[in-house]
């Protein structure tokens, strides 16, 4: 069975930064493609970002150039760093592992504001 924890949430002003982590069990991260995503209020769940078995990214525009997912394939572990935040940055924020897949954590919340 295929648990995800997301971590690393919570209250940021604009500009500034968070590193988000899910940490996975009974599923491989190395041989997995794994995603984020993120639900803000009222509004559907929408891809950020994903990164591939062989490392390859890619991102969502509205965070392009903002937000970095990295994989630790040794922890089990998708990382999304995330820089200079805004105020529609603002959701709980999903893993999804193997990306895509209905494998889904409890989310973590990430609130920015002033």
């Known amino acids: 069975q295929v648990q995800l924890v997301e971590s690393g949430g919570g209250l940021v002003q604009p500009g500034g930064s968070l590193k988000l982590s899910c940490a996975g069990s009974?599923?491989?991260?190395?041989?997995?493609?794994c995603g984020w995503y993120r639900q803000a209020p009222g509004k559907q769940r929408e891809w950020v970002a994903g990164?591939?078995?062989?490392?390859?990214?890619a991102y969502a525009a509205s965070v392009k150039g903002r937000f970095t997912i990295t994989k630790d394939n040794a922890e089990n572990t998708v990382y999304l760093q995330m820089n200079s935040l805004n105020l529609e940055d603002t959701a709980v924020y999903y893993c999804?592992?193997?990306?895509?897949?209905?494998?889904w954590g409890q989310g973590t919340q990430v609130t920015v504001s002033h």
């Open positions: 990164i591939l078995k062989d490392g390859f990214a």
């Open positions: 009974g599923i491989i991260f190395k041989t997995s493609d």
């Open positions: 999804n592992v193997p990306w895509p897949s209905a494998n």
